[in-house]
Structure formats: C-alpha cells, structure tokens
C-alpha cells in the first residue's frame, strides 16, 4: 500500500512499460540506455550508469536533492522522463570538475566547510556552477535566489552561502590574474 507522495511516485502499477531506446550526452560523452518511457532520468543515471550524486529523495520536485544540469541549467532529475531525454545534454556532480566554475565551488564550498552530513551537497554543487557559468559576480541576493530550489537538513545553510560567496571571490579572483 502506497504510504505519502513518495511512494506513490515510486509505485511500479500504472507504469508505461514500453521500452526506449535513449540517446543523450552524459557527461561529455555520447551514451544510449534502454528505458521503460516514464522513468525518471534519476532513476537512469543511478541504475543504469551507477552515478549516485543526485539523490532520489522527494520525487516530487522539492527538495533539490536529484539535481543536474540539463543544457547548462539546474534541474530536478526526477522531474525529467526518459522521453524526455533523447539529444539531451545532462552534467552531473560527478562530470562538474569539466568545468573551472565547478571546480571553484567544490573548492569553495570545502574550504569553508560548507556541509555536514553531505546528503545535499552534490545538489548545491550543481546549482552554483549553472549560477556561476551563467553570472561570475553573483551578489548574496542572486545566490540565495538561485539556491531556493536546494534544501539542507543540516546546515542552517549559513556555511553554504559563505562557499558560495568564497567562490565568487574565487573566480573573481581567477578573471583578475588572467586580465
Ligand atoms: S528528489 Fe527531486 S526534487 Fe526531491
Ligand atoms: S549537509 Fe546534511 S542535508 Fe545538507
């Protein structure tokens, strides 16, 4: 018996069990997986490609927790469906070191010990390198802005906000020595 959102989410009865063949840029690099049409791109990155940063944790578009980049912007992996996929061009945490802006937000984040538990932190990743690529002198008000989708159990998410501004500087900083 299905008990609250998450569940009934989850449930297999009522599935499309119709299988497709999906083509998309992972990473970087060009992959095809085989997939029932309404399963959710968390779902795919985690059991088909054993890529297990983005959490599965409300599925239902909340929490922030299953967060990657799909054309360079944030999204909710479990809001995205297989045929949704086909020619698209997903980065997750684990494929974010590609960039010099996720680089500086992992570093950021790390030296201003930014989490506790970890559960959330490859989101918050994600969500700062799309804010990041797209605005380089994000303000306090455009971090927090962009950070709403993200939540932190743990944290009170004041050492988050303090990466984030650290990997403004950061970057800052980078852009000054290559001037
Ligand atoms: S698991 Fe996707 S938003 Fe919570
Ligand atoms: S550090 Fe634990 S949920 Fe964010």
Redesign the pocket.
Known sequence: MPNGYADIARADSGRDKSQLMVNFVLNGVRRACRAPADARLVEILRDEFGLTAARAACDIGRCGACMVLSGGRPVNSCLIMAWQLEGGEIVTAEGIDASLEGRVVKAALTAENA???????PAFVVTLTALFQEDRVADEARIRRALEGNI????GYHSIIRGALRAGEMLAEQAGDNA
Do not use: K, L, N
């Not at 989490?115 to 932190?121: D, I, L, N, T």
């Not at 932190?152 to 944290?155: E, F, G, S």
């Open positions: 989490f506790q538990c970890g559960y959330c932190a932190c159990r743990c944290t």
